[in-house]
């Protein structure tokens, strides 16, 4: 059987207000790089995984859409202060394809094979329900995933694996540690580097370090 084919939805917010509780995780490294840098390496990882015909992200910030545009990815404009799950709801709609994920926009060490063997899982799962694989720490979500004619129905935000789960939506528990590796803080910045980062967030990383910084 073959496998069927995701659109797969990634929203970014402006950049100057993404991923504020990492503001100054890396020293001497730009706020918005960073945060366009997690953005282009999560997508990049999209675009190369063999389950996904197409990437759309939801975005109203320039820099985002133009590189994500360059990238190979579908841009649909975000309404200002709609919010993430506004957000996903919206480029759901805008999806060609049946089967539709969200994925966050903050996984820097994405391996593409990952993110399949998850795409697979939700699959395979009970016909008609959506699936979510949790966050490291277990609380929060990093994709959700609908089949065709079912509404992904997002629930992103504080709490958001309890929240799914009650919406009826099924956790996937495979062994995906890129995939379930979203960085939020230094902390979390750290544990995905020793994943191994993509390659617009190492470059970053490197830039940022304290030997590069002395040389």
Excluded: I, Y
């Amino acid at each position: 059987m073959s496998q069927p084919r995701w659109a797969v939805v990634v929203p970014v917010k402006r950049l100057a207000a993404a991923k504020s509780r990492l503001r100054g995780g890396l020293p001497g490294v730009p706020h918005e790089e960073l945060a366009l840098a997690l953005a282009a390496d999560t997508l990049r990882a999209v675009l190369a995984c063999p389950a996904v015909a197409e990437a759309l992200v939801v975005t109203d910030d320039p820099r985002v859409a133009a590189a994500a545009r360059a990238a190979g990815a579908r841009v649909l404009p975000d309404e200002p202060d709609a919010g993430l799950n506004a957000a996903f709801r919206h480029g759901a709609a805008g999806a060609t394809t049946g089967w539709v994920a969200g994925l966050t926009a903050d996984l820097p060490a994405l391996r593409p094979a990952e993110l399949a063997a998850a795409l697979l899982a939700a699959q395979t799962g009970p016909a008609g329900v959506r699936r979510f694989v949790p966050d490291a720490p277990g609380g929060g979500t990093v994709l959700l995933a609908a089949p065709p004619s079912v509404p992904l129905d997002p629930r992103f935000g504080v709490g958001s694996a309890a929240a799914h789960a009650a919406s009826g939506a099924l956790p996937l528990t495979g062994d995906w540690p890129s995939l379930r590796r979203d960085v939020d803080t230094a902390a979390d910045l750290t544990a995905a580097a020793q994943l191994g980062l993509g390659p617009h967030t190492a470059a970053l990383t490197d830039a940022g370090s304290p030997a590069h910084s002395a040389g």
